[in-house]
């Protein structure tokens, strides 16, 4: 089990919702954590929050917006000025918006990729780096589809998908890295109340019912249930590739099929 105490995480997406959940459960284990987000007001308040919760400067915010390679290189680098190093990375940021699909591809897939790149440059050992984690926030979306958001629904596959490579990259070429990914059902933040938005639903809020009966079959989790999540993702040394899917009934890491499942076709 990976040991918490100074150790330094990075959590984008950490001003509200499931990243700040992330952060405080990282922050009462021993870690430092700094805080990424586009929303500077949140951001700044909520590392006095934690700064007074947990102690001076076990805490510092950086405004990013994770759509911009900029803005996260040099974030990352006052990040390693401050704190010295990096042994675990959060890619949280995420949106729904079907309308701008682009920009929700750029923030929850491209996002993904800026940040695991930059944090696994830091870490591979080949590069002189000490190893670390890498914990991907995907979704139940992102193992079976939500007719709702496509977009996001692909995102979330695409994170999945990339995660697992990756995961596989680090075993073969022996990075000293685990990446791992969560995959929660609908969770309590702001986010969920999307589905009934035409801003960000765009052709399919016809399908606002259809949303609201899967959240019915899959009831809402609170962020403290999934925060213990990444936690077991981050401290188990056993897991690289691994995908939690978290429900309110209970959580399991998936098991992919080793041969692919088929019913055979006549061509
Ligand atoms: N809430 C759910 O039901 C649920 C379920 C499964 C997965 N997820 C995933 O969890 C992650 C967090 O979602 P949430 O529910 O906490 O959402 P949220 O909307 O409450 O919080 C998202 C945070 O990301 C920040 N953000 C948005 N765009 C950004 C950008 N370009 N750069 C940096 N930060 C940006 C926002 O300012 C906000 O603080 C997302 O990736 C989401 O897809 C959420
Ligand atoms: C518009 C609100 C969007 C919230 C998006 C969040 O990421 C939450 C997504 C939550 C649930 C998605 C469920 C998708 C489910 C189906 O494809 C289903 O078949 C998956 C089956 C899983 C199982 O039963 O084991």
Avoid at 4 to 26: C, D, N, P, S, Y
Avoid at 43 to 67: C, I, M, W
Avoid at 244 to 266: C, H, N, Q, W, Y
Wanted: net charge negative; aromatic share 8%.
């Amino acid at each position: 089990m990976m040991a918490l105490q100074g150790k330094v995480a990075v959590v984008t997406g950490a001003a509200q919702g499931l990243g700040k959940g992330f952060a405080e459960i990282l922050l009462q284990n021993g870690a430092k954590v700094a805080l990424l987000d586009i929303n500077e007001k949140a951001g700044k308040e909520l590392e006095t929050q934690f700064n007074e919760a947990y102690g001076a400067d076990r805490t510092h915010f950086y405004p990013v917006d994770v759509s911009s390679d900029q803005q996260f290189k040099d974030a990352f680098q006052k990040i390693l000025s401050k704190f010295g190093q990096v042994d675990i990375f959060c890619n949280n940021a995420g949106i729904i918006n079907e309308k701008q699909w682009e920009k929700t591809v750029s923030i929850n897939l491209c996002g993904v990729v800026r940040g695991t790149y930059l944090a696994l440059e830091h870490m591979k050992k080949e590069n002189g780096g000490q190893g670390g984690v890498i914990v991907n926030v995907a979704s139940l979306a992102g193992l079976g589809p939500l007719a709702q958001t496509p977009i996001y629904t692909a995102t979330k596959f695409g994170v999945v998908g990339f995660t697992r490579a990756l995961a596989l990259a680090s075993e073969v070429a022996n990075y000293g890295v685990r990446i791992n990914a969560m995959c929660p059902a609908f969770v309590r933040t702001p986010l969920i109340d999307s589905f009934n938005s035409e801003e960000q639903i765009g052709q399919f809020m016809g399908l606002a019912d259809f949303t609201r009966s899967l959240m019915e079959k899959f009831p809402s989790l609170e962020v403290e249930e999934v925060s213990k999540g990444l936690l077991l993702l981050v401290k188990d040394d056993s897991l690289n590739g691994a995908c939690l899917a978290m429900m309110r009934d209970g959580a399991g890491l998936v098991s992919f099929p080793k041969e692919i499942p088929k019913t055979p076709v006549a061509l």
